[in-house]
């Protein structure tokens, strides 16, 4: 009725009206972009690589902290004298543009040094969860013909034999003790010593590398629309892992939508990065975004969720990007028992997980008791565009969404295997296109082309395999990702997330996940399993928990939508990234229900 209305009084007529009832779509009306002044639109994407985005924004304010490491205060100075380093020396070993560098680590100063040092001469870094096998490294230097490769210390003899066999040409061993400051790397090795290096052949130290590239001056590269900035991580629990291939533009519309999207990023606030740069999230929305603002990034290269209080009563930062889970161990912590005040955060950002009802009240209402002037910056992303998509900005907000899309990208709800985009309020599968659209999956192509389709209006979208819908303000809600669809014998179809906002309700459910289990009973189909995160331990109390939790279901639940059984953890598993890992949860229980079976 709304859109009738506007239109009828635009165009005057009915015919007219009518017309475009037809061929407006959410997609191209855009009502999102009311969120964003007139001047950000009319900005436009700086061509740029990143190494150049990242100097021409701090040139001018070397003496800045970049990165604030355990106390160890970087500049922005230093930081760009290193990366032009760190481009010496790896043009001195032969790698140029188009080149790839494989890395198995942390996020630690110095592999930051060689993400814009490779950058600058048109090369590229291919960065490994660290604890990557020694078959899943070897696969990733054949695909790429890497010559270097950087391996944290802590993992090197993990790898090493793969290594030295592989045929890569030099083997650099960094350490997470390098930049420490004197008296922490001090107390650190007391505590535990890092590993002892023999250097020698393939294997260098960083020290040694680095120094190659003492006074050698390199030509920075030029940009090129489609050229590789770095290559991250995906899919690696539900299947082999998969290289997605980011470029200069992805990572620089992610630091520029944020810089438009209303938030105060003001230069030397403090931005609390515990995402590890394998992963998008990491590398682009944790780090050179922050960067590229100016900001001073805390780097936490080993992140304890257990420590998320001490972390944020520590530095104090105006700004990080959590999963649910972190803010639930920060509301819980020792640090925050005491009514600390955190009115000094001016985005609580939170994505990478999906939240419930329960959940996300909690966490308001904490963060409100708190003195935080605006509620949790929930955001939807994934790591095929670059990380973010979405977000809850300034208190433009509203419960259970996950935002309007950023200033560069447009989301679209569509049937689900087909081309043909959904109207506002319909629920359908979530495609997101832009310029941070990703390059594609490393010697992927197939996977490739069931992610990214291009739409007969010629239109390249990620098709990102989740289930929501758009309303008219463009605020788009997530109901759940295909994927975790719960299909029962009799074909129903369960979406976890609905069962998990009404179990997230009760007051003494810490956190709540819901997974498909064995069905037993039938040839086909799965059951629901509720598992919930609480203190309670006695079993009387348990029991009296859970029949409270199934009236709520019953009350609350359609018949087919209770869970078939609940169960109680003190702990949820979670994945290297902080995600729960539902299949985990979903795996120990049908080894039990086998086990049982068996006897």
Not at 20 to 43: G, H, R
Request: charged share 25%; hydrophobic share 35%.
């Amino acid at each position: 009725k709304k859109r009738r209305e506007k239109y009828s009084a635009k165009y005057g007529g009915k015919n007219m009206c009518e017309l475009l009832e037809t061929t407006i779509k959410p997609s191209v009306e855009k009502p999102w972009l009311k969120f964003f002044s007139q001047e950000a639109i009319e900005d436009s994407l700086p061509q740029n690589t990143i190494y150049r985005h990242m100097r021409e924004n701090n040139e001018n304010n070397r003496s800045d902290t970049a990165l604030n490491y355990f106390g160890n205060k970087i500049s922005y100075g230093k930081l760009l004298d290193e990366a032009d380093r760190c481009a010496g020396a790896f043009s001195a070993a032969g790698i140029k543009k188009g080149d790839i560098v494989a890395a198995a680590t942390v996020t630690i100063p110095e592999m930051v040094y060689a993400l814009y040092g490779l950058n600058k001469i048109g090369a590229a870094p291919l960065i490994l969860d660290p604890r990557t096998s020694s078959a899943g490294a070897l696969s990733f230097i054949k695909e790429t013909g890497t010559r270097i490769f950087i391996v944290i210390d802590l993992y090197y003899e993990a790898l090493k034999d793969v290594l030295l066999e592989s045929g890569v040409e030099k083997i650099v061993v960094i350490s997470a003790d390098t930049s420490l400051p004197p008296v922490v790397r001090f107390l650190k090795q007391f505590k535990m010593s890092a590993p002892k290096i023999i250097s020698g052949g393939k294997v260098m130290t960083w020290a040694e590398f680095s120094a190659t590239g003492d006074g050698i001056a390199t030509e920075t590269a030029s940009y090129g629309e489609n050229d590789l900035a770095a290559v991250t991580l995906t899919g690696g629990t539900t299947g082999a892992p998969k290289g997605v291939m980011l470029s200069n533009d992805g990572f620089n519309a992610i630091a520029f939508d944020f810089r438009h999207c209303g938030v105060s990023y003001t230069r030397g606030q403090r931005f609390l990065n515990i995402i590890p740069m394998f992963s998008s999230y990491g590398i682009v929305s944790s780090l050179h975004m922050p960067l590229s603002l100016g900001l001073e990034v805390v780097v936490i290269p080993k992140f304890d969720p257990d420590k998320v209080g001490y972390y944020v009563k520590k530095y104090r930062p105006e700004h990080t990007l959590l999963v649910p889970a972190h803010y639930e161990k920060l509301m819980n912590s020792r640090e925050m028992a005491n009514g600390f005040d955190l009115s000094f955060f001016r985005t609580a950002g939170s994505g990478g997980d999906t939240m419930n009802a329960g959940l996300e009240a909690k966490l308001n209402g904490f963060l409100e008791g708190r003195g935080c002037k605006y509620p949790l910056s929930q955001g939807y992303g994934m790591s095929e565009v670059s990380s973010a998509a979405s977000c809850c900005c300034n208190g433009n907000f509203k419960s259970l969404s996950v935002g309007y899309p950023l200033l560069t990208t447009t989301i679209g709800i569509f049937r689900p295997g087909t081309t043909e985009e959904l109207d506002y309020g319909q629920d359908g599968e979530i495609c997101i296109s832009g310029p941070s659209i990703m390059l594609g999956y490393l010697n992927n192509k197939g996977e490739t082309d069931n992610v990214i389709k291009t739409h007969p209006d010629g239109t390249v979208w990620v098709h990102s395999g989740d289930i929501g819908h758009m309303d008219e303000d463009g605020f788009v809600y997530i109901k759940g990702r295909i994927k975790r669809m719960i299909t029962l014998f009799n074909g129903h179809k369960i979406f976890p997330t609905h069962i998990e906002s009404v179990l997230g309700g009760h007051p003494l459910v810490r956190s709540c996940a819901v997974v498909g289990v064995k069905d037993t009973g039938h040839a086909q189909g799965q059951l629901t399993l509720a598992v919930v995160e609480t203190d309670v331990v006695e079993i009387e109390k348990r029991t009296a928990l859970k029949n409270e939790l199934y009236e709520m279901c019953r009350q609350e639940l359609e018949g087919s939508a209770k869970p078939y059984d609940i169960c109680f953890v003190r702990s949820m598993p979670h994945t290297g990234m902080g995600k729960i890992d539902y299949k985990k949860l979903a795996d120990d229980y049908d080894g039990k229900l086998d086990k049982t079976e068996a006897v």
